[in-house]
């Protein structure tokens, strides 16, 4: 059975958020050091800025300022996690240990700094041998949602996704419980095909469907209009419009592996997402705000070192005839020695050989980093008290402890927005925790 149509919707949103994970893409470099990326065009031909500094002569140079913020960032958020484990019921700590939470918690805020989207997939299942509720980290470049989202909670959400790329052994694990599938499973990798993409839709529906009274066993039965059996067909009915989240598998020509309603307790989709700040449904991360920063910085350090080495640095002076041509480099060899002996031709009026150094011309590109690096602390509110720098040597103590809730309450807002992930997966932990003991 094909779903094209299904599939369609679903690369609507996936495509929707091609900016999004160029900008991620972007972020993640920068954050990582990889900060001469940017692909520019001179005289019809496109290279990285990396490629073109080199075809100048010069040495592409960067001070990584961001990274820095970055762990700052989550030291000072893995403090904070300390007293958010402690406030988790205490049912969950072993899902917490057996998930390592605490750190996987932690690499998610690294993505949600980095990128503005923190997703996490959790379910009930086998992993690792485990049979249990398992949490796993989803990487925003292969996650997508419903394009009309505006509500910060994700409460207008009608449809999330995932792109997966798996082997044939990962396909058999999940869709094939009996030998037709199997045999099935086997003509989609007959072509030699190591990995095979499929994606995996989550939609909320509106279906209509029958709930029969079974009153042999007292039970209410949800049914399909088309799926009532003989014995059923006598029961008390009464039609509906059920609101409920599917999913579907689907390959890349919309046939559909498998579907079926929602099996958690909870009835929604296995995915925790968060974006920051979702204005208007829009993403914008931290890191992106410190990159205009970070690239003039690396162009200051840069243009400080074409200054320093195209200056005058111990160039030997010798007057013409001074010294027999040949041997100007047995000079050169004796002028770097210590003790070195130069026999020279003295003549009347001539100077001696002498070396001149210049110094590197001040254009202020000293002040001009220490600008940049104070804005960079003033646009990511990361400054030297939450870093341990006192500002002087004669700082206070009250004075330091101000400063450093200052700078706090400069990240209150996007770490605040992270606890509230936090709280999303211990709520959705609590109830596949029930399911299983159902």
């Known amino acids: 059975m094909n779903n094209t149509l299904l599939l369609s919707e679903a690369n609507e949103c996936w495509n929707s958020l091609a900016e999004f994970r160029r900008k991620r893409n972007r972020c993640r470099d920068y954050t990582f050091g990889r900060q001469w990326n940017d692909i520019i065009e001179i005289n019809g031909r496109r290279m990285t800025e990396y490629e073109y500094i080199l075809s100048e002569g010069n040495v592409p140079l960067k001070n990584n300022l961001i990274r820095r913020i970055v762990r700052n960032v989550l030291g000072v958020f893995r403090k904070e996690l300390v007293n958010i484990l402690k406030d988790m019921p205490s049912e969950l700590t072993a899902i917490t240990e057996e998930n390592e939470l ?35 980290n989803v990487s925003p470049s292969s996650f997508f949602f419903s394009t009309s989202a505006r509500d910060s909670r994700g409460l207008d959400i009608d449809l999330v996704g995932q792109k997966h790329e798996v082997s044939f052994g990962e396909w058999c694990a999940c869709f094939t419980p009996n030998p037709e599938s199997f045999y099935k499973a086997k003509r989609f990798f007959e072509n030699g095909e190591r990995k095979i993409r499929i994606t995996e839709i989550w939609k909320k529906e509106l279906r209509p469907r029958y709930i029969l009274h079974d009153k042999n066993r007292g039970k209410l039965l949800k049914r399909e209009p088309d799926s009532i059996s003989a014995m059923e067909i006598e029961m008390p009915r009464k039609w509906i419009l059920d609101d409920v989240w599917r999913y579907y598998f689907l390959t890349d020509d919309g046939h559909v592996i498998t579907e079926g309603d929602s099996p958690y307790l909870h009835g929604k989709h296995p995915f925790v997402f968060k974006g920051y700040p979702f204005l208007d449904g829009e993403i914008h991360s931290f890191v992106a705000d410190m990159i205009d920063q970070q690239r003039y910085t690396n162009r200051l350090i840069t243009l400080y070192d074409w200054v320093i080495r195209a200056s005058a640095k111990g160039v030997l002076m010798i007057p013409k005839g001074a010294v027999d041509p040949s041997d100007l480099q047995n000079v050169a060899n004796q002028w770097g020695r210590f003790n070195g002996v130069i026999l020279y031709n003295s003549q009347p009026g001539i100077p001696d050989p002498h070396q001149v150094s210049g110094n590197a011309a001040n254009v202020g590109i000293s002040e001009l980093l220490e600008i940049q690096m104070k804005m960079m602390e003033d646009v990511s509110g990361v400054n030297g008290a939450l870093r341990g720098n006192l500002s002087s040597k004669s700082t206070s103590g009250t004075l330091y402890d101000r400063q450093t809730e200052n700078a706090m309450n400069s990240l209150s807002d996007i770490l605040g927005t992270f606890s509230a992930f936090i709280k999303d997966c211990t709520k959705t932990d609590l109830s596949l925790l029930r399911q299983t003991e159902i």
């Open 102 to 136: 605490p750190e996987l918690y932690c690499r998610t805020l690294e993505e949600f700094l980095i990128s503005g989207l923190a997703v996490h997939r959790k379910f009930i299942g086998v992993r690792q041998g485990q049979t249990g509720v398992h949490t796993v």
